[in-house]
């Protein structure tokens, strides 16, 4: 090997990479030239302020002239209704936050002379909403859908060797939404540098075929570009690597059969790399295995772009069957899950989109519906990573709107761009096996409609089932809309699955529960006898529900029942701001009662007390997880369910009632045995069992409350299984802090979620404290947030006090930009001994 072998090798393995071209690491997938903008803008808002009143927006604000320096400066992703401040005055279907708003962002950037004969684009990952874009006070373009992925050209305006001036104008005061959008430049922005013969954007696509157990045909197709206005011959070539978790390049396992191409002046040209691949590996849920194709395009020998398509080798298919991932069965154990971040808002975090990935599938979730809009890309590619499945989901309405101001007023002009960005942008993804296009519409009965919104998504991908989520499953299969699909997606109302099992049109098409359950609970407290809502909070023993709904034991036994059903996706995963139902006065709940009139009014009464009485609701009741990212007892009712192998057992309520001794307070276990017996004190309260298929929670519905403990003993095929013990604490006079890491990288957004407990003298945790909390950080660390989880708490997400709710905290810390050395958490409360965590920033 020689000496200089030798240390290149080292050299590679220290760096953690091996060599690709250019980079032994992929950024993103796409051109290899590319740069974060994400730092160093200017901000101000204009229109709709936060406060309410009005701000007149003056003419002229994307001049290079203009006069930026009393703006506000930041760094994006940025959601500039997060701040608030929480108003009573505002809808609480968007969280009672002021997102309605005009804001401006400007940045500027520097060209190198080197860049003169370059084409230069940015790429946005997400605008909310109406994104109007100039440079140099020149108009470049825009996107109205804050959702969807978009790129510009800034070819034509770029001054190389000097400063340019990048303007964007954000408006949401006429983007109306049934929860908490965000507002602002809330995902990530990249400037992208390519030579004039390109590979034309989002063109490349790897398809995989012909798989046996030692070899796959692998056949990449794409478009090559020429901007010149002369004719040349370029040159196409792709080598195949390995790729692992942190993106980082592998061995070569492969080089494609180099093509040669002659493009016209002004003109693109499709190609085809095609190939087979031995000993390959392939993308599973349990084993994520990835590659990437690093795309070279050369004329006259010399590159002029470089592009990364990065893939997973797996077969999926959908019968009346059920699901299947590489010949295996797999049931479809999914959440939905709305786009923003809980304290964080809309603005895109890697470090909490992976904690919320992380925290589901550690649940035993397998899979993710992006509700109801195409995702941060980032969240894709966690779910390659992690081996996560998704339906990737487009829209919430389409021409008929929900509201005045939703997706209808830009169906007609868009509709066909916004389907065509997210399944180009995302068709390379081995996570995404189902598009849905469309949530809940207005038209789930109309034909034609739904054939050709189907049809442009076939047209760019038959290789995945379409499908589209209907809370009227009867209208959309009675109409035959349903038979445009190739999923048929059904939101609740499972009580009629026999029937429909029944109907000839559809008895050889697959069934998957778009959206299930709608369960709902605050963490951590409890009512007995009759009452499941009180105080605008709800009870986590985990039986309510709105009239749609049904509890999560009811839907396993309509999976049990029905076996051919894919699968699952529960309303929701996480909680999420806005839509507080059932405190919720949103009108377009009586759409999940529309085909019965007597639900509709009975339900139409609710709403209208609801609007009257104005709940201080500010985030949803749906979630497994609260809005804090702290598990509910639901969690863990999902986990004995979807977890069978992992021993567990979970006893609710707590055991702390000083009011109730003497008193009824029922006990419920979720385990994943199938039987087990209860102790309260040590004396039995005697074994239940489970019926398959029947009973997924073990309850006692008598127990007589004394101070003390509570413990399980479950039991598996005879044997003992899982324990768990609950006990009555002491006062809180301790305070336990917990960070999901212990370092932090200073040069990114890289956050540490720190858990507070509040316990006893004992280190136990009381599960009724609610006090006041004082946060502190120090050093080469800054507070971005803190949350508790409690879905009425109008405490600004920003501050640094805030009460502990039923017995926790959340503190969300980063380091200092450019700051290296300790970062202390000091968390205090009065009559409460302080806690300091150390993290390091590096």
Same mark, same amino acid.
């Given at each position: 090997?020689?000496?200089?072998?030798?240390?290149?090798?080292?050299?590679?393995?220290?760096?953690?990479?091996?060599?690709?071209?250019?980079?032994?690491?992929?950024?993103?997938?796409?051109?290899?030239?590319?740069?974060?903008?994400?730092?160093?803008?200017?901000?101000?808002?204009?229109?709709?302020?936060?406060?309410?009143?009005?701000?007149?927006?003056?003419?002229?604000?994307?001049?290079?002239?203009?006069?930026?320096?009393?703006?506000?400066?930041?760094?994006?992703?940025?959601?500039?209704?997060?701040?608030?401040?929480?108003?009573?005055?505002?809808?609480?279907?968007?969280?009672?936050?002021?997102?309605?708003?005009?804001?401006?962002?400007?940045?500027?950037?520097?060209?190198?002379?080197?860049?003169?004969?370059?084409?230069?684009?940015?790429?946005?990952?997400?605008?909310?909403?109406?994104?109007?874009?100039?440079?140099?006070?020149?108009?470049?373009?825009?996107?109205?859908?804050?959702?969807?992925?978009?790129?510009?050209?800034?070819?034509?305006?770029?001054?190389?060797?000097?400063?340019?001036?990048?303007?964007?104008?954000?408006?949401?005061?006429?983007?109306?939404?049934?929860?908490?959008?965000?507002?602002?430049?809330?995902?990530?922005?990249?400037? +992208?540098?390519?030579?004039?013969? #390109?590979?034309?954007?989002? /063109? =490349? %696509?790897?398809?995989? *075929?012909?798989?046996? @157990?030692?070899?796959?045909?692998?056949?990449?197709?794409?478009?090559?570009?020429?901007?010149?206005?002369?004719?040349?011959?370029?040159?196409?070539?792709?080598?195949?690597?390995?790729?692992?978790?942190?993106?980082?390049?592998?061995?070569? +396992?492969?080089?494609?059969?180099? #093509?040669?191409?002659?493009? /016209? =002046? %002004?003109?693109?040209? *499709?190609?085809?790399? @095609?190939?087979?691949?031995?000993?390959?590996?392939?993308?599973?849920?349990?084993?994520?295995?990835?590659?990437?194709?690093?795309?070279?395009?050369?004329?006259?020998?010399?590159?002029?772009?470089?592009?990364?398509?990065?893939?997973?080798?797996?077969?999926?298919?959908?019968?009346?069957?059920?699901?299947?991932?590489?010949?295996?069965?797999? *049931?479809?154990?999914?959440?939905?899950?709305?786009?923003?971040?809980?304290?964080?808002?809309?603005?895109?975090?890697?470090?909490?989109?992976?904690?919320?990935?992380?925290?589901?599938?550690?649940?035993?979730?397998?899979?993710?519906?992006?509700?109801?809009?195409?995702?941060?890309?980032?969240?894709?590619?966690?779910?390659?990573?992690?081996?996560?499945?998704?339906?990737?989901?487009?829209?919430?309405?389409?021409?008929?709107?929900?509201?005045?101001?939703?997706?209808?007023?830009?169906?007609?002009?868009?509709?066909?761009?916004?389907?065509?960005?997210?399944?180009?942008?995302?068709?390379?993804?081995?996570?995404?096996?189902?598009?849905?296009?469309?949530?809940?519409?207005?038209?789930?009965?109309?034909?034609?409609?739904?054939?050709?919104?189907?049809?442009?998504?076939?047209?760019?991908?038959?290789?995945?089932?379409?499908?589209?989520?209907?809370?009227?499953?009867?209208?959309?299969?009675?109409?035959?809309?349903?038979?445009?699909?190739?999923?048929?997606?059904?939101?609740?109302?499972?009580?009629?699955?026999?029937?429909?099992?029944?109907?000839?049109?559809?008895?050889?098409?697959?069934?998957?529960?778009?959206?299930?359950?709608?369960?709902?609970?605050?963490?951590?407290?409890?009512?007995?006898?009759?009452?499941?809502?009180?105080?605008?909070?709800?009870?986590?023993?985990?039986?309510?529900?709105?009239?749609?709904?049904?509890?999560?034991?009811?839907?396993?036994?309509?999976?049990?029942?029905?076996?051919?059903?894919?699968?699952?996706?529960?309303?929701?995963?996480?909680?999420?701001?806005?839509?507080?139902?059932?405190?919720?006065?949103?009108?377009?709940?009586?759409?999940?009662?529309?085909?019965?009139?007597?639900?509709?009014?009975?339900?139409?009464?609710?709403?209208?007390?609801?609007?009257?009485?104005?709940?201080?609701?500010?985030?949803?009741?749906?979630?497994?997880?609260?809005?804090?990212?702290?598990?509910?007892?639901?969690?863990?009712?999902?986990?004995?369910?979807?977890?069978?192998?992992?021993?567990?057992?979970?006893?609710?309520?707590?055991?702390?009632?000083?009011?109730?001794?003497?008193?009824?307070?029922?006990?419920?276990?979720?385990?994943?045995?199938?039987?087990?017996?209860?102790?309260?004190?040590?004396?039995?309260?005697?074994?239940?069992?489970?019926?398959?298929?029947?009973?997924?929670?073990?309850?006692?519905?008598?127990?007589?409350?004394?101070?003390?403990?509570?413990?399980?003993?479950?039991?598996?095929?005879?044997?003992?299984?899982?324990?768990?013990?609950?006990?009555?604490?002491?006062?809180?006079?301790?305070?336990?802090?917990?960070?999901?890491?212990?370092?932090?990288?200073?040069?990114?957004?890289?956050?540490?979620?720190?858990?507070?407990?509040?316990?006893?003298?004992?280190?136990?945790?009381?599960?009724?404290?609610?006090?006041?909390?004082?946060?502190?950080?120090?050093?080469?660390?800054?507070?971005?947030?803190?949350?508790?989880?409690?879905?009425?708490?109008?405490?600004?997400?920003?501050?640094?006090?805030?009460?502990?709710?039923?017995?926790?905290?959340?503190?969300?810390?980063?380091?200092?930009?450019?700051?290296?050395?300790?970062?202390?958490?000091?968390?205090?409360?009065?009559?409460?001994?302080?806690?300091?965590?150390?993290?390091?920033?590096?």
């Amino acid at each position: 090997m020689g000496w200089a072998g030798v240390c290149l090798l080292c050299l590679l393995t220290w760096l953690g990479c091996s060599p690709a071209g250019e980079s032994g690491k992929m950024v993103r997938s796409g051109q290899v030239d590319v740069v974060s903008l994400n730092e160093g803008w200017t901000f101000a808002r204009y229109g709709l302020q936060a406060d309410g009143t009005l701000r007149e927006e003056p003419e002229g604000m994307y001049a290079t002239g203009w006069d930026d320096s009393s703006w506000r400066k930041l760094d994006v992703p940025h959601d500039f209704a997060i701040e608030g401040p929480f108003r009573m005055d505002l809808s609480g279907n968007t969280g009672r936050l002021p997102y309605q708003g005009i804001g401006w962002y400007r940045k500027s950037f520097v060209l190198d002379s080197t860049d003169a004969d370059k084409r230069i684009y940015v790429d946005f990952d997400g605008v909310m909403a109406y994104a109007q874009v100039w440079l140099n006070g020149q108009y470049v373009g825009g996107w109205p859908y804050g959702y969807n992925s978009f790129r510009l050209d800034l070819t034509p305006y770029v001054r190389t060797g000097g400063e340019n001036l990048l303007a964007v104008r954000t408006d949401t005061e006429k983007w109306e939404s049934r929860w908490y959008p965000g507002a602002g430049i809330y995902r990530n922005v990249w400037l +992208v540098k390519t030579g004039q013969v #390109q590979v034309k954007h989002w /063109s =490349a %696509r790897m398809r995989t *075929a012909c798989l046996t @157990e030692s070899t796959a045909r692998l056949d990449l197709s794409l478009e090559v570009e020429n901007h010149l206005d002369k004719d040349v011959e370029a040159v196409v070539k792709g080598e195949v690597y390995e790729l692992d978790s942190t993106d980082c390049f592998g061995r070569r +396992v492969l080089r494609l059969p180099a #093509q040669e191409v002659r493009l /016209s =002046a %002004r003109s693109a040209q *499709a190609v085809k790399l @095609e190939d087979e691949l031995d000993d390959y590996k392939r993308w599973d849920i349990g084993s994520p295995n990835r590659y990437v194709a690093r795309l070279t395009v050369s004329v006259g020998g010399q590159v002029t772009d470089r592009y990364d398509v990065p893939f997973g080798i797996r077969e999926t298919e959908f019968s009346r069957q059920g699901f299947f991932l590489n010949g295996r069965k797999v *049931a479809l154990q999914g959440v939905c899950l709305h786009h923003d971040l809980g304290a964080l808002g809309a603005a895109f975090n890697l470090s909490a989109q992976e904690r919320q990935l992380r925290i589901m599938q550690e649940m035993g979730c397998n899979a993710i519906r992006t509700s109801h809009n195409p995702p941060a890309p980032e969240l894709l590619d966690l779910a390659d990573k992690m081996g996560l499945l998704v339906m990737d989901e487009a829209f919430d309405a389409w021409a008929r709107g929900k509201r005045t101001w939703d997706y209808n007023k830009l169906y007609n002009e868009w509709h066909e761009k916004d389907l065509q960005a997210m399944v180009r942008r995302d068709w390379n993804h081995p996570s995404v096996i189902i598009w849905s296009i469309g949530n809940e519409v207005m038209e789930q009965r109309d034909v034609e409609m739904t054939r050709h919104l189907a049809g442009i998504v076939r047209e760019l991908d038959d290789t995945r089932p379409v499908t589209a989520g209907y809370n009227n499953p009867n209208g959309g299969r009675d109409s035959n809309a349903a038979r445009e699909l190739d999923l048929m997606g059904v939101n609740y109302f499972f009580g009629q699955q026999a029937r429909w099992d029944e109907d000839e049109r559809y008895k050889d098409m697959p069934t998957v529960g778009t959206e299930t359950s709608s369960c709902v609970s605050t963490r951590g407290v409890y009512f007995m006898g009759d009452t499941l809502r009180k105080n605008f909070q709800i009870s986590s023993y985990d039986l309510d529900s709105p009239g749609w709904g049904c509890s999560p034991d009811r839907q396993f036994a309509t999976n049990a029942r029905f076996p051919h059903l894919l699968g699952e996706f529960v309303w929701t995963g996480f909680d999420y701001l806005g839509e507080p139902t059932p405190y919720n006065s949103d009108n377009t709940n009586l759409l999940n009662f529309r085909t019965d009139p007597s639900k509709q009014e009975e339900l139409k009464k609710k709403l209208e007390e609801l609007a009257r009485i104005q709940p201080p609701s500010r985030s949803s009741y749906f979630g497994i997880v609260d809005l804090a990212g702290f598990p509910k007892d639901r969690y863990y009712l999902y986990q004995s369910h979807w977890r069978p192998e992992l021993p567990m057992a979970h006893i609710l309520p707590h055991w702390n009632w000083p009011d109730r001794i003497g008193q009824v307070v029922p006990v419920h276990v979720y385990t994943s045995g199938t039987e087990a017996e209860l102790f309260v004190n040590g004396k039995s309260w005697g074994r239940r069992s489970k019926r398959e298929g029947q009973d997924f929670r073990l309850v006692w519905d008598s127990v007589v409350y004394q101070p003390g403990s509570v413990r399980v003993v479950a039991y598996k095929n005879g044997q003992k299984w899982a324990e768990d013990e609950v006990q009555t604490t002491g006062e809180a006079r301790k305070i336990r802090l917990e960070a999901d890491r212990n370092s932090l990288d200073a040069g990114s957004r890289e956050l540490a979620f720190v858990t507070v407990r509040l316990t006893d003298e004992e280190g136990r945790t009381v599960p009724t404290a609610c006090c006041p909390l004082k946060f502190e950080v120090e050093g080469a660390g800054e507070l971005v947030a803190t949350d508790n989880g409690d879905p009425i708490s109008f405490t600004p997400f920003q501050s640094a006090e805030r009460e502990a709710f039923n017995g926790l905290a959340l503190a969300i810390v980063r380091a200092r930009k450019g700051a290296a050395g300790e970062i202390r958490v000091r968390v205090s409360g009065e009559g409460l001994e302080p806690a300091v965590l150390q993290l390091e920033a590096r």
